[in-house]
T-cell receptor, first 117, second 111 residues
Framework: GAVVSQHPSWVICKSGTSVKIECRSL??????MFWYRQFPKQSLMLMAT?????????EQGVEKDKFLINHASLTLSTLTVTSAHPEDSSFYIC?????????????FGQGTRLTVV | LAKTTQPISMDSYEGQEVNITCSHN???????ITWYQQFPSQGPRFIIQ???TKVTNEVASLFIPADRKSSTLSLPRVSLSDTAVYYC????????????FGQGTELSVKP
């Protein structure tokens, strides 16, 4: 199957700093990418949807100025957590698909464990 | 938006068949039903997708009744490595195909 790669797999940062997470589709062009956050023992929570070349659409309650999403190419999307605080510590997961139809399979990255100290 | 309801957890033993049922009473005409598997500290992995009746692949079967208000994921002869969280998703076909995850079912397979 298609591969979606996230980098880094884990990161520890100091409170107040910014962290960038990359999501790459390695063997297909990702028209749409999704970013999720997952806290321990909880389900994935959709943060935003991004289409290549356009602004991301954020879910209700997600601060767009804190979680900056860039989808500049069909193979790369980035999530930047700005001025991170301990409560932003979580497991961040990206997903990519080549179309917007639900019968187009979505592929997920391996996730990034963010710890803010 | 279609919402899904699954059992929070299930227990099974190696070699048994496991059936996980998901309710989606508000499924729309153009919505697909997709199941994902997630291991701890990993991204979800696609298992199977269907629209109606029965779909089977090398990993699982998906049973969907005629009214499509529910679906059942069937895992034949589970092993310890099938211990994971299983998510049932109903497609947001009219909203850019975004995937909304419900609570999932935590399956524990015991020896």
């Amino acid at each position: 199957g298609a591969v979606v790669s996230q980098h880094p797999s884990w990161v520890i940062c100091k409170s107040g700093t910014s962290v960038k997470i990359e999501c790459r589709s390695l063997d297909f062009q990702a028209t749409t990418m999704f970013w999720y956050r997952q806290f321990p023992k909880q389900s994935l929570m959709l943060m935003a949807t991004s289409n290549e070349g356009s602004k991301a659409t954020y879910e209700q309650g997600v601060e767009k100025d804190k979680f900056l999403i860039n989808h500049a190419s069909l193979t790369l999307s980035t999530l930047t957590v700005t001025s991170a605080h301990p409560e932003d510590s979580s497991f961040y997961i990206c997903s990519a698909r080549s179309g917007t139809d639900m019968n187009t399979e979505a592929f997920f990255g391996q996730g990034t464990r963010l710890t803010v100290v | 938006l279609a919402k899904t309801t699954q059992p929070i957890s299930m227990d099974s033993y190696e070699g048994q068949e496991v059936n996980i049922t998901c309710s989606h009473n508000n499924i729309a005409t153009n919505d697909y039903i997709t199941w994902y598997q997630q291991f701890p500290s990993q991204g979800p992995r696609f298992i199977i997708q269907g629209y109606k009746t029965k779909v089977t692949n090398e990993v699982a079967s998906l049973f969907i009744p005629a009214d499509r208000k529910s679906s059942t994921l069937s895992l034949p002869r589970v092993s310890l490595s099938d211990t994971a969280v299983y998510y049932c998703l109903v497609g947001e076909g009219n909203q850019g195909g975004k995937l909304i995850f419900g609570q999932g079912t935590e399956l524990s397979v015991k020896p």
